[in-house]
């Protein structure tokens, strides 16, 4: 419970830095502005279509009598929608990461910048990125479409279906939410995706702590846009825990005692200790594997 709550003040602190640093909110919200257009137009189409794609799925429900064919279309076809808009709570974040590729990254870097300490940097090109972005991010669909598959199929499942499936839902999608989001900064660290996966699974609460509620505030439209610089920036905050970062001194932007920093950390670590730089940038390399193009 202590990572789950430290997760969720990462979330929070990211919003706040965000706010001391207005230039870089206006910087943050281009690239989602132009992925929330693309996405409104699918899912107003998905939602105008779904009874058809149902309808057709399911051709031996056509001599089925009312009430019957109406409620299990009706429900395959809520179904549909429900899907579609999980997978684009998922892919959003990745179009958008890719999409705003070089405003992401140059906050990430200004985040670190403003927390002290080294300003990691992948040594790769703008093209360099973009493409192992996209790779990354189709390897991850790939992994919410088996969860997807699989929690579709047990929503036909009377009870489990409509209790259990939402909640594991919105599990799986705050995983790889927190997962898309803590890349950025992870990529500048030449940290592959297994690696980042595996960081990730070690601080499981954390990472659900942090991405639940940012899928929950998703839902709503237009929130997602405005909550992705800082989401961004506290995933990177995040990052900076996960690799051994944190202790370092700030300017005061990051989680307080007991919100962030303090309740993310593991209870027998000590009180913080001024870091050497050059032994976080050893120690970051010896966690990390080097990207390759």
Known sequence: MRDLAGGFGYLLAGQRWVLRHGRWLGFGL??????LVLYAGA?????????????WATPFADGWSSPWLGLFR?????LVFCLGLFLAVITFTAVTLLVGQPFYESLSEQVDRTEGGEVPESGLTLAQELWISARDSLR???????????????????????TVVPVLGFCVSGFFLAQELTSVA????????TEQLALLRGRRMLALGFGVPLVLSFLVPLVAVFLMPGAVAGATLMVRDLVGEGEGDGDGDGPGEGEGHGAARQPEQGPAQPQDPARVQG???????????
């Open 43 to 55: 899912l107003i189409g998905l939602g105008y279509g779904a009874d058809d794609l149902t309808a």
């Open 140 to 162: 991850i669909l790939g992994r919410v479409l088996l969860f997807g598959i699989l929690l579709f199929a047990l929503g036909f499942v009377p009870v489990i279906g409509q």
């Open 30 to 35: 281009l690239p989602g502005l132009v992925s």
């Open 186 to 193: 992870l990529m500048r660290r030449r940290i592959q995706l």
């Open 74 to 78: 009706g429900f395959l076809t809520a």
């Open 283 to 293: 120690r970051t390399q010896v966690r990390g594997k080097r990207l390759s193009a």
